[in-house]
Structure formats: structure tokens, C-alpha cells
């Protein structure tokens, strides 16, 4: 069988959320691999059925009763995205807080050093314009290379070589239909300055 990567993915998904899915029958209790695959299985079937945006996100809160985790999982998973194809295109899916609220000081809690963290220290940074010509909003993840985002983005950047946004790991922007929004982008990283 010839399948994409993309197509790869969503199979591993389901298979981990299939587990989840046994593991729940039985009465155990998920941990967060299979807890995240359930979720992203679930949100995955919700986009190809059409299921408004909002309405997904709002239902994939729901699927996992904190009572069916093991200790800590709401700590160890504070969100989660997934790329979901709905009827007018894959979109990023992201839920905060999809177990729940954290214990601030159970297992999986992160606590947070003091000071400031230089993001990709040493690499080059421009600003960038994203314009987005579509008719829905567009989210571009924190590690999305430039030239690999949806078509309707338009990307506007007079600096040589290929970049990302700058911005901490796992968080994205949003681009609404029609809108012009200047960012700050970095450099991905194994490139040489030209």
C-alpha cells in the first residue's frame, strides 16, 4: 500500500486512539500518548463531517473525563493542535486545555524558571508581511517554514533564505480573511547567513 506521509500520520493517529478507545472499554485509565490520539482522532473525524471550528474545539474538551487519566496528564498536555481537513481545507485545530486545568504543583506541573530565554539566539530576523487573500482565517504554527504555507497566505519578506516565525514553540498566529499583519521571523536553523 502507497500512502503519503500525511496519510501515515492519520493512520498512526487512529491506531492510537483505537488503543485509547480499548483501554477506556476495560476501565483503565489513558495516559497521554493515547489520550492525544483519541482527541486528535476524534477532532480529525469532527472536520471531515463538516463540524463547525468552534463546535470542535468545544466537544474535544469533552472527551476524556479527567477521572479516566492517569495523575498529571492536564499538567503534561496544557494544548494540543492537529492539522484536521475540513470540507473547505485542512485547518489547525488548537485546544487549550483539552484534560482540563492543571494542579500548578502535581505531576506533569512545568514550572517555569526565572528570567528571560533568548528564542534561537544567533539566527538571523526580519520582519515579514502575511497577507491573507482567502476567505477564511489561517493559522501559522511556530516552526511552519514559510514557503509551506497555504496558498491564500501571501508572504511578503526581503530577506534571502528560508525563515519561520518567531515565536515560542507551539504557539501560532492567526491571519483573518483580508488582513495584512506584520511579524517577526528567524531564520530556520542549518542555513548559513547569505
Known sequence: MH??????????LHAGASLAR??????ARLGAAEAVALVCDEICEWAWD???YAEVVRRAREVVPPDRLVEGIPGAVPSLQVEALF???????HVDAPFGPADPHGPGAVAAAEGEVE???GRDRATAVLHNT?????WVSSHMPLDTLNPALQVGLDAPGRYRLDVPAGTAVRVAPGERREVGVVRLGGEAAS
Not at 87 to 93: D, I, M
Open 22 to 27: 480499548r483501554r477506556l472499554e476495560r476501565g
Open 119 to 121: 528564542l534561537a539566539p
Open 134 to 138: 482567502g476567505d477564511r482565517p489561517v
Open 50 to 52: 463538516g463540524v463547525p
Open 87 to 93: 470540507p473547505y481545507g485542512t485547518v489547525l485545530v
Open 3 to 12: 500512502v503519503t506521509p500525511r496519510e501515515s500520520e492519520r493512520l498512526l
